[in-house]
């Protein structure tokens, strides 16, 4: 599809209003251009939301939550259903802007857009499962039962690398629980955010309830703090960098309102001596240049025993010379570009940092001279010490680091301040225990690889979705280096 073919299918225009309150607003003359990351050139505009328009949106979302709380969770689910296959109905030309506006391949655009419908059928089923305990009563003649009630308007901030799926995370699960949503999307990523809420508006018109699913497109400084501190809004799920979920946690918490976080990670693979090479290779491939290392589960780090750690880097610098790199709406690109020129600056500072401190470039580390911000999939062998691996960089670059013990693994793996998932490769069964106790892997979980070969969380640790910043063990000087430009994950 062509960019006029996919606006045209999601009912997008050169110039698109950026605020929604059961209908699109007037939303001024402040435009914010949309920018294709493969090529540089600007896709469309959206006029960004003023804070007077942003108060219409509250308005809009706290009246019509009054009215959804009251509808049968099962009639709510009903219109979940309908915007499920709605979704379905857009899965094509909605995948292809996902990739025309945020980078990644066409394949991971539409599995974007399936993990919505996924999500969908999901909080219908949801919608019929919303029951409580019945508690037994030491008095006579009395009841005691557990009855759970909508909670209110929820604000919801979504990160640019998954810009539409994260955003049905939440808001179908608010809304088959009773809760309307108002959704401040990236600045980086404002279109999808339009066409996702085109389609809202679609499903939900002439029901009454056109503002279940309310939209504000703006800056984190107009917009966004202007959410977080927002009392009518009991809730705040927040995607992007420790660095902001530090920002939103605090704010939401000064007026005891609650949080859902989703922010960085540092993810690792440890790879034994009798592990499946192959499989690990695999895994390792697409969990490490997927999406051009832009996710929060990116793979970061291989931790490999010695005994195998030149083999497994070996496999993957023979991989990596496959993976071409170029248009993402191209079938047969593996890798498109980073997001914005921010991005490609810190990669390229994060691997003149990894060869100071005596990292050897496998293959990669280059800037492509080419339009669009484009960059050579990265490996690079490092020392355990190296200071560089305690940074989460948003970028395609994978270290190799060798120990000789699964113990020493352990604690190369916990020693970085981020968590959020890791996984260990073994055909040994006796690790299981090494990882299960107290002692061992990220938060105690275990781990397992799914059919694409990327690295699951079985179960989960407590407490690592509220993480220091990633840059707390980087000198100073690097950490300036490093530092990404305002919005790169936190707008």
């Given at each position: 599809m062509?960019?006029?073919?996919?606006?045209?299918?999601?009912?997008?225009?050169?110039?698109?209003?950026?605020?929604?309150?059961?209908e699109?607003?007037?939303?001024?003359?402040t435009?914010?251009?949309?920018?294709n990351?493969?090529?540089?050139?600007?896709?469309?505009?959206?006029?960004?939301?003023?804070?007077?328009?942003y108060?219409?949106?509250?308005?809009?979302?706290?009246k019509?939550?009054?009215?959804?709380?009251?509808v049968?969770?099962?009639?709510?689910?009903?219109?979940?259903?309908?915007?499920?296959n709605?979704?379905?109905?857009?899965?094509?030309?909605?995948?292809?802007?996902?990739?025309?506006?945020?980078?990644?391949?066409?394949?991971?655009?539409?599995?974007?857009?399936?993990e919505?419908?996924d999500?969908?059928?999901?909080?219908?089923?949801?919608?019929?499962?919303?029951?409580g305990?019945?508690?037994?009563s030491?008095?006579?003649?009395?009841?005691?039962?557990?009855?759970?009630?909508?909670?209110?308007?929820?604000?919801?901030?979504?990160?640019?690398?998954?810009?539409?799926?994260?955003?049905?995370?939440?808001?179908?699960?608010?809304?088959?629980c009773?809760?309307?949503?108002?959704?401040?999307?990236?600045?980086?990523?404002p279109l999808?955010?339009?066409?996702?809420?085109?389609?809202?508006?679609?499903?939900?018109?002439?029901?009454?309830?056109?503002?279940?699913?309310?939209?504000?497109?703006?800056?984190?400084?107009?917009?966004?703090?202007?959410?977080?501190?927002d009392?009518?809004?009991?809730?705040i799920?927040?995607?992007?960098?420790?660095?902001?979920?530090?920002?939103?946690?605090?704010?939401?918490?000064?007026?005891l309102?609650?949080?859902?976080?989703e922010?960085?990670?540092?993810?690792?693979?440890?790879?034994?001596?009798?592990a499946?090479?192959?499989?690990?290779?695999?895994?390792?491939?697409?969990?490490?240049v997927?999406?051009?290392?832009?996710?929060?589960?990116?793979?970061?780090?291989?931790?490999?025993q010695?005994?195998?750690?030149?083999?497994?880097?070996?496999?993957?610098?023979e991989?990596y010379?496959?993976?071409?790199?170029?248009?993402?709406?191209?079938?047969?690109?593996l890798?498109?570009p980073?997001i914005?020129?921010?991005a490609?600056?810190?990669?390229?500072?994060?691997?003149?940092?990894?060869?100071?401190?005596?990292?050897?470039?496998?293959?990669?580390?280059g800037v492509?001279?080419?339009?669009?911000?484009?960059?050579?999939?990265?490996?690079?062998?490092?020392?355990?010490?190296?200071?560089?691996?305690?940074?989460?960089?948003?970028?395609?670059i994978?270290?190799?680091?060798?120990?000789?013990?699964?113990?020493?693994?352990?604690?190369?793996?916990?020693g970085?301040?981020q968590?959020?998932?890791?996984?260990?490769?073994?055909?040994?069964?006796?690790?299981?225990?090494?990882?299960?106790?107290?002692?061992?892997?990220?938060?105690?979980?275990?781990?397992r690889?799914?059919?694409?070969?990327?690295?699951?969380?079985?179960?989960?640790?407590?407490?690592?979705?509220?993480?220091?910043?990633?840059?707390?063990?980087?000198?100073?000087?690097?950490?300036?280096r490093?530092?990404?430009?305002?919005?790169?994950r936190?707008?």
């Open positions: 062509t960019r006029d073919q996919i606006l045209a299918a999601l009912g997008l225009a050169d110039r698109n209003p950026g605020a929604f309150a059961g699109w607003l007037n939303t001024g003359d435009e914010v251009t949309s920018i990351p493969a090529t540089g050139d600007p896709i469309a505009t959206v006029t960004q939301a003023t804070r007077d328009d108060e219409r949106v509250v308005t809009s979302s706290v019509t939550f009054m009215e959804w709380r009251m049968p969770a099962p009639n709510r689910g009903e219109y979940i259903r309908r915007f499920g709605a979704l379905r109905e857009h899965k094509e030309p909605l995948g292809a802007l996902v990739a025309l506006e945020m980078g990644k391949i066409r394949a991971e655009g539409e599995g974007e857009v399936q919505m419908i999500v969908a059928d999901f909080a219908v089923g949801l919608s019929r499962q919303l029951y305990l019945t508690i037994a030491e008095r006579p003649r009395h009841r005691m039962y557990e009855q759970w009630h909508p909670l209110g308007p929820i604000g919801i901030i979504t990160s640019f690398n998954f810009p539409v799926a994260v955003w049905s995370w939440n808001a179908f699960i608010a809304a088959v009773g809760d309307t949503n108002l959704w401040k999307p990236s600045s980086q990523t999808t955010a339009v066409a996702v809420t085109n389609i809202a508006s679609e499903v939900m018109a002439g029901s009454g309830f056109e503002g279940v699913f309310n939209l504000a497109v703006g800056s984190g400084r107009e917009i966004g703090d202007t959410l977080i501190n009392r009518r809004l009991p809730l799920s927040a995607t992007g960098s420790c660095g902001m979920g530090e920002k939103v946690g605090t704010a939401v918490a000064k007026r309102g609650r949080s859902l976080l922010l960085g990670g540092n993810n690792a693979m440890v790879v034994m001596e009798d499946d090479l192959d499989l690990a290779t695999r895994a390792a491939l697409f969990a490490a997927g999406t051009a290392g832009q996710r929060c589960t990116s793979l970061r780090r291989v931790i490999a010695r005994g195998v750690a030149d083999q497994i880097a070996k496999r993957l610098v991989s010379a496959h993976v071409r790199v170029g248009d993402p709406l191209d079938p047969s690109t890798m498109g980073l914005n020129k921010g490609v600056d810190t990669f390229a500072a994060a691997v003149s940092i990894a060869q100071e401190q005596g990292g050897e470039v496998l293959t990669g580390g492509l001279d080419r339009p669009g911000y484009f960059v050579e999939p990265t490996i690079i062998k490092i020392p355990k010490d190296a200071e560089i691996l305690g940074v989460e960089t948003f970028a395609p994978l270290y190799v680091v060798e120990v000789d013990s699964i113990g020493e693994a352990i604690e190369v793996n916990n970085v301040t968590g959020l998932s890791s996984a260990i490769f073994t055909e040994s069964r006796g690790w299981g225990g090494a990882v299960r106790c107290h002692t061992g892997g990220a938060g105690g979980r275990i781990h690889v799914d059919a694409l070969g990327r690295a699951l969380p079985v179960t989960r640790g407590v407490g690592l979705r509220h993480r220091q910043r990633e840059h707390r063990h980087v000198g100073r000087r690097d950490r300036r490093l530092r990404r430009r305002e919005g790169d936190r707008r």
